[in-house]
Nanobody
Framework: QVQLEESGGGLVQAGGSLRLSCAAS????????TTWFRQAPGEEREFVAA????????DYGDSVKGRFTVSRDNVKNTVSLQMDSLKPEDTAVYYC????????????????WGQGTQVTVSS
């Protein structure tokens, strides 16, 4: 079992940037695909971005493509989500999740989750 902890959330103005980090303990990220999801109040949890365990290939949700970048640092054992050009609609709790094998956009495919970190973008 791997324990995940997100950090880096906060309050930022529209157009600004934040960098989220997902740290793992118990196992290293190179055993897992890692995916970021987010959930806004009253909304379903939404796929944001993923990085594959096999080759570091990435996938992005349409709403963040071109603005967000997911990357893995095997030395620090973290996966980061660089968020640029933030919009008020990016406001949500952001979660990282891992699974063995390829990443999926479906949250039901994950059973290892962090506690989440709040991101608030003001207009």
């Amino acid at each position: 079992q791997v324990q995940l902890e997100e950090s880096g959330g906060g309050l930022v103005q529209a157009g600004g940037s934040l960098r989220l980090s997902c740290a793992a303990s118990g196992r290293t990220f190179n055993h897992y695909s890692t995916t970021w999801f987010r959930q806004a109040p009253g909304e379903e949890r939404e796929f944001v971005a993923a990085v594959s365990w096999r080759d570091d290939s990435t996938d992005y949700g349409d709403s963040v493509k071109g603005r967000f970048t997911v990357s893995r640092d095997n030395v620090k054992n973290t996966v980061s989500l660089q968020m640029d050009s933030l919009k008020p609609e990016d406001t949500a709790v952001y979660y990282c999740a891992v699974r063995s094998g390829p990443p999926y956009r479906d949250m039901a495919m994950y059973d290892n989750w962090g506690q989440g970190t709040q991101v608030t973008v003001s207009s």
